[in-house]
């Protein structure tokens, strides 16, 4: 199983920025698949989740401004971000979980300049 983030980059706070990431397997032959970052000199923290079932969440910190979705054909997960903050900043990682295992993909690097 391998996971391609792309997306990441360096943004104004205040502006949007959408990450992709793509799955080697076909979606529904996951259980979910979790987006998380990781701030400078923080832990690792969850920051969205999609299901096989389509029903999604997001974390308290995010909420009303990031959303997941999933595009089926194309065996890839987007995290659009809205309203970027500099407390946004940090390295986002998405994780495929299967069976309660988790397939990491490569970090993308997200900067918000305030």
């Known amino acids: 199983v391998q996971l391609q983030a792309s997306g990441g980059g360096t943004v104004q706070a205040g502006e949007s920025l959408s990450l992709g990431c793509t799955l080697s397997i076909k979606f529904f032959d996951t259980d979910r698949v979790n987006w998380y970052r990781q701030p400078p000199g923080k832990q690792r923290e969850l920051v969205a989740e999609?299901?096989?079932?389509?029903?999604?969440g997001v974390a308290d910190a995010v909420r009303g401004r990031f959303t997941i979705n999933r595009d089926i054909v194309k065996n890839t997960v987007y995290l659009h971000m809205d309203s970027l903050a500099p407390e946004d900043t940090g390295v986002y990682y998405c994780?495929?979980?299967?069976?309660?295992?988790?397939?990491w993909g490569q970090g993308t690097l997200v900067t918000v300049s305030s």
């Open positions: 994780a495929a979980v299967i069976k309660g295992q988790h397939y």
């Open positions: 999609i299901f096989s079932s389509d029903h999604s």
